[in-house]
């Protein structure tokens, strides 16, 4: 069985009405070529979605002291530096020496 052809799929996902009543008769009864384009839609829902409403969750400190824990870092930044706005780890930069990498 030959599938649609990816870049009429894409189309499709666009919004388009391309293709012929084979091509629509084709979607309608191949699971695959059905998944890809419902694939393809998602993609383009979720590249075309309004953010402007939405607010990020912010991050509890567990994930900063996981962090932390993972690159070794030293204890003078082991506070999380969202709970401290003005004193996030850029401001302490400079007063830490570098870790060497292997
Ligand atoms: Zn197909």
Redesign the pocket.
Known sequence: ????DAELLSLLALGESLGTDTDAD??AS?????E?LRGLQHAVHIATLDTAGIELEKPGSQNWAAIHQALGLSPTLATDPLTQPSAGPLSHRRSQPRRKRP
């Open positions: 069985m030959e599938h649609l084709h979607l191949c699971l695959v070529c059905s890809t």
